[in-house]
């Protein structure tokens, strides 16, 4: 007989008033935001060992779900080659490794384009170990690898480490001659890092309090850190700053960017030393992207941009050119559709290759460069219903190849060269699945549900063939931020698919799926859309038979756990559960509170409630802690981390206090801490397993399917 479980850990309740517009907020729980206060750490920690208590039962399936995960994963492995000079450069992969390994090998000559076919049993001649993130993460609990960067002649590394989870990194050095660390060393930086074209001097970022890249520094190797030279900073902090180089590596670029408008500043990365030039001044509400491009022999800069185009606003984007002297002097290239998002141009010696997003799916398009000019542009094109497709790693200008990256719902990663002479596409990889995996005993589709105000709202579905609803359904969303969720293979989805569960994406606006506007129609004063879409998809699978509400999960996280806690409130009849990871649950506390990492940044996407009454309550009005009621609530999971920076461990850990001292019924509402961690969860590929098997254990469990 099992011994009962222990009592859900009750939240003592400390009043804080907040008072905005003439509008007080009593907050009781807001005393957990100190995580060094003992009493803080206490509770999360009992919230853990309830959680823990709550769930034992479904350790035998945990187990089960990881040993599946890891038994049709090839443990050790090794990516498809990518010349960069006069090596290849690649990432390996070991069984019983939590991290992997970067690596290179040298070409065989000038004309050596075909990627090596590399065995990972069989030794590799001339192989050099980059980096072993295995040996940078020995004695640590937490690890990321952040910049890896190699000079243009291939002699120096630099690269960065994250060792709390905080997203703060070191950066340090390495000769590749020798193998020995160069004695240079900065801490707290932003993760990436830019070498200069004489290898001597290296770009990087620093974050002010509020976690915002906001400066960029000159180091030149062999000095101190103190030495090291402010090349831009950027005051308002409604902006990012970015730093990088265009794929010709004849300019260093500087990008600095709000959720709607950017600037751009360049400099050729043979000077160093010298002064970046403005490319097009920040105009407010338009964001634009530079890349290099050599045309006709004449240096180019293709600019996309969102600007004004004929007395209308380019929302979806329109792709000109400028010579590099005079980015002012535009001609169009392809103009703006409303039905067609232009979202990056790549540009090679030879060609450019043109990223856009048409019908809700991922589109490329290979464009030629002449001796005059621009040849015939055209699309790849692909067999399956849903898909994604990208570039992968390019970065050699004068490839006459180009790497793509395709993957689908049921179709393994597969890393393919299109060779731009003919047209061939020769497939270098596809991603194992061990243990017989065959996509023809899984189908996916598009569906459609029509929101409350008549809008479409496309959904994904995938499932086992012969799964007939009502079937149990795992229903993600994210929609913020014009992120789009393509369709994509999961290793760990199938434990749920070969268990009868179908997973579904509800598209809903605030995501980038069919273009600006639905981006646009899903932010600020009209992110409720957002919520009431994910509401609607929900009720189509539902009244067309395709699930029921006691077998239909809920699904997000971050931004999307800002989505779950909305419909929690809006619709909990219609979830038998709730996963919520690192849910954004408390934004208006958070977005009225500058000095928090990333506020003032995030006033384009939700609003300015501190100036802006309208926005307080409209935002008031959806926030899911202000709006936690006397509700029977479905079972919810809520998984955080103490260490993260973008949404704070203390919106769900007040949310669940909230729910618990508020809501009717007998659903239980589990809080897991992760102690040791960022926003992006656990570190170490194991761990990142066993945390899956933890979420899909809970999800059958709650769907009926333990």
Known sequence: MSSPVSAAPVAKKVPHERTHHGDTFVDSYEWLRDKNDPEVVAYLEAENAYTQERTEHLGPLRESIFGEIKSRTQETDLSVPSRMGQWWYY???????????????????????????????????????????????????????????????????????????????????????????????????APGATWSADGRHVFYLTV????????????????????????????????WVGFGATRS???????????????????????????????????????????????????????????VVDGVKAENFTLVEAPVSDPTEQRTLIEHRADVRLEEVDAFAGHLVVGYRREALTRLAVWPLTDTGYGERRELEFDEELYSVGTGSNPEWNSPLLRLGYTSFITPSRVYDYRISTGELALRKQQPVLGGYD?????????????????????????RVGVAGPAPTLLYGYGSYEASIDPGFSVARLSLLDRGMVFAVAHVRGGGEMGRHWYDNGKTLTKKNTFTDFVSCARHLIDSGRTTPDTLIADG???????????????????AGILANVPFVDPLTSILDPSLPLTVIEWDEWGNPLADKDVYEYMKSYAPYENVGAHDYPAILAITSINDTRVLYVEPAKWVAALRATKTGNSPLLLKTEMSAGHGGVSGRYEKWREVAFEYAWVLDTAGLA
């Open 91 to 189: 990432s390996r992969s070991f069984e019983g490794k939590q991290y992997g390994m970067q690596c290179r090998c040298p070409i065989s000559g000038p004309d050596d384009w075909t990627p090596p076919v590399l065995d990972a049993d069989t030794e590799i001649p001339g192989e050099q170990v980059l980096l072993d993130s295995n040996q940078l993460a020995e004695g640590h609990d937490f690890f990321a690898l952040g910049a890896m960067t190699v000079t243009m002649d291939g002699t120096l590394l630099a690269y960065s480490v994250d060792t709390a989870g905080d997203e703060r990194y070191t950066l340090r050095f390495k000769n590749l001659d020798t193998g020995e660390p160069i004695a240079d060393e900065i801490p707290g930086t």
């Open 208 to 239: 002010d309090d509020a976690w915002r890249p906001d400066t960029v520094w000159r180091h030149e190797l062999g000095t101190a850190q103190s030495a090291d030279v402010q090349v831009f900073h950027e005051p308002d902090e409604r902006y």
């Open 249 to 307: 590596e004849k300019y260093l670029t500087i990008w600095i960017g709000s959720k709607i408008t950017s600037e751009i500043w360049y400099l050729e990365s043979a000077t160093p030393e010298g002064e970046f030039t403005l490319v097009l001044p920040r105009e407010e509400g338009v964001e634009y992207s530079v890349e290099h491009a050599v045309v006709g022999g004449q240096d180019r800069f293709l600019i996309l941009h969102n600007g």
């Open 439 to 463: 996509p023809a005993d899984y189908e996916q589709h598009r569906d459609w549900a029509v929101g409350e105000d008549g809008t479409r709202v496309p959904i994904s579905i995938v499932h």
């Open 557 to 575: 996280g971050s931004a999307g756990g800002l989505l779950m806690g909305a419909v929690a409130n809006l619709a909990p009849e219609l979830f």
